[in-house]
Nanobody, 116 residues
Framework: VQLVESGGGLVEIGGSLRLSCVVS????????LGWYRQNPGTLREPVAV????????NYVDSVKGRFTLIRDSAKNTMSLQMNDLKPEDTAVYYC??????????WGQGTQVTVSS
């Protein structure tokens, strides 16, 4: 499975960004898709994750109401729409695909920086 990300960058507090990810390869080998983020010295944390066979999306509490995970199955893409960005959203964001508890695939990572 290959994941190629685009988007990210520098934005002011309260601004918006959209991250996109193209998923290709053996997508039948995964049962979950989503986005994670990580800062230096910290664990990579899930931001928004959904099962491949459903519509239920799990968001980390800190982004609920501000971030939206959008999946386009026909185009094998998914996006993360991020609104009302805060300094604590600053991180490297990774596109994720995996079979939960078995294997994980990651995009190359894209930096999101929210400045005052």
């Amino acid at each position: 499975v290959q994941l190629v990300e685009s988007g990210g960058g520098l934005v002011e507090i309260g601004g918006s960004l959209r991250l996109s990810c193209v998923v290709s390869g053996a997508t039948y080998s995964v049962n979950a898709l989503g986005w994670y983020r990580q800062n230096p010295g910290t664990l990579r944390e899930p931001v928004a994750v959904m099962p491949t066979d459903g519509d239920s999306i799990n968001y980390v509490d800190s982004v609920k109401g501000r971030f939206t995970l959008i999946r386009d199955s026909a185009k094998n893409t998914m996006s993360l729409q991020m609104n009302d960005l805060k300094p604590e959203d600053t991180a490297v964001y990774y596109c994720y695909a995996g079979w939960v508890g078995v294997r994980s695939y990651w995009g190359q990572g894209t930096q999101v920086t929210v400045s005052s």
